[in-house]
């Protein structure tokens, strides 16, 4: 396990550095305004949140864990910035007073079962004109059962084993000395993982539209954890279904619902 899953103030700081630089910008540029009400869901700590907090934007996270909650509201509370953090799943809370203009869903769709009744519950939460930026790492990419957090260093670092039959990656990661929570939640995530073909058949299946998509071969976030600088995949490679989930480390969505939305405030 790298050190930055276990220091989660400087993955914190990880993370709002990359949002600050690449996410942000992005956003920005295809929305035109900058977004006065942000939503995060599967926030974590929260560092995705904090450069729109710098940036006077209302923000709030909410997180299934009780302890990444706990974190982003200390981080916060340290950087004397204000930000919502709530302990729930997204769809157990109440509807919200003000709707969002921009709602964040990164790294987490590829942990979901059901991604076109999570996406589709997402519009209750969305204002007018608003929009859903997703982003996630395309199943077949070296790293991309996230076997990064195993504890083991050879398991960590080892490129593209997460395609191996379930059968074999479990035997494989106990007999690493995994512990059994590692070995399920890696197990998990191969059965709910994510190839760029899914998301886009479960888009459309959930009634949005794509605004822009954006594939890397070289994450954005890279740059922050191993000062690689980050690189779009080859228009070519990008064109070619199947064989793109292999080279696309990161694959960034907006979406917009296809349908008109309730009156409300955009805010």
């Known amino acids: 396990m790298q050190k930055r899953h276990t220091d989660r103030e400087r993955y914190f700081e990880e993370q709002a550095r990359t949002t600050e630089k690449h ?30 907090a710098r940036l006077d934007c209302d923000v709030v996270g909410v997180d299934l864990s009780p302890t ?23 769809f157990a809370l109440e509807e919200f007073h003000h709707r969002f203009s921009l709602i964040i869903v990164h790294d987490v769709i590829e942990h979901i079962t ?16 608003g929009i859903i930026f997703v982003a996630f790492p395309a199943w077949q990419m070296p790293f991309g059962g996230h076997q990064q957090i195993a504890r ?10 997460h395609l191996l039959p379930s059968s074999f990656y479990r035997w494989l990661l ?10 399920r939640e890696l197990l998990e995530i191969k059965h709910t993982r994510c190839t760029i073909e899914h998301f886009l058949n479960t888009v459309v ?25 980050p690189r779009k995949l080859h228009h070519f490679v ?9 080279f696309c480390t990161s694959c960034f969505y907006l979406l917009t619902p296809m349908e008109p939305q309730p009156c409300g405030r955009l805010d």
């Open 152 to 161: 083991g260093r050879i398991m960590s670092h080892l490129p593209f084993v």
């Open 68 to 90: 990444r909650i706990s974190q982003a509201r200390s981080f916060f509370e340290k950087r004397k910035l204000d930000g919502q953090f709530i302990v729930s799943d997204i």
């Open 114 to 129: 059901d991604k076109q009744q999570f996406l589709d519950g997402l519009k209750q939460f969305l204002a007018p004109g």
């Open 23 to 52: 996410y942000l910008p992005y956003i920005y540029r295809q929305m035109g305004i900058l977004p006065s009400r942000v939503l995060e869901v599967g926030c974590g700590e929260g560092g995705n949140l904090l450069p729109f």
């Open 174 to 183: 106990r007999i690493s000395g995994e512990q059994e929570d590692t070995v």
């Open 205 to 229: 299946r959930s009634g949005y539209q794509i605004v822009d998509e954006l594939l890397y071969f070289i994450n954005p976030h890279y740059e922050t954890k191993f000062g690689l600088k």
């Open 238 to 246: 990008s064109c070619i279904p199947y064989l793109r989930n292999y």
